[in-house]
Nanobody, 121 residues
Framework: QVQLVESGGGLVQAGGSLRLSCAAS????????MGWYRQAPGKQRELVAA???????NYVDSVKGRFSISRDNAKRTVYLQMNSLKPEDTAVYYC???????????????WGQGTQVTVSS
């Protein structure tokens, strides 16, 4: 069974940093684009950053220059380095992959369980 498991969330003061990790487990042949989304209370889930298998990245405007997404294909892991955190970054952060190839099937739009990030002012 393929799973995406996030870690690294927590409570941090404004201006601080956190690093989120998302590791994929299971019998996986390849993972296409991986991304980080977030959802704050009362708001829709939004894409924060994404990275293709080849390493191309994109970010939502509100985190450009502060967040950095990277991945280690050998470890099947994607990271989100978050610097200069602001209270408005407070949300549950979810890992996602648009396509995961396993032996026998292709899985689409897989999500992790989420990790809470809270930034205090």
């Amino acid at each position: 069974q393929v799973q995406l498991v996030e870690s690294g969330g927590g409570l941090v003061q404004a201006g601080g940093s956190l690093r989120l990790s998302c590791a994929a487990s299971g019998t996986i042949l390849s993972i296409n684009t991986m991304g980080w989304y977030r959802q704050a209370p009362g708001k829709q889930r939004e894409l924060v950053a994404a990275i293709t298998r080849e390493g191309s990245t994109n970010y939502v405007d509100s985190v450009k220059g502060r967040f950095s997404i990277s991945r280690d294909n050998a470890k099947r892991t994607v990271y989100l380095q978050m610097n200069s955190l602001k209270p408005e970054d407070t949300a549950v952060y979810y890992c996602n992959s648009d396509r995961i190839l396993t032996r026998g099937m292709t899985l689409y739009n897989r999500w992790g369980q989420g990790t809470q990030v809270t930034v205090s002012s």
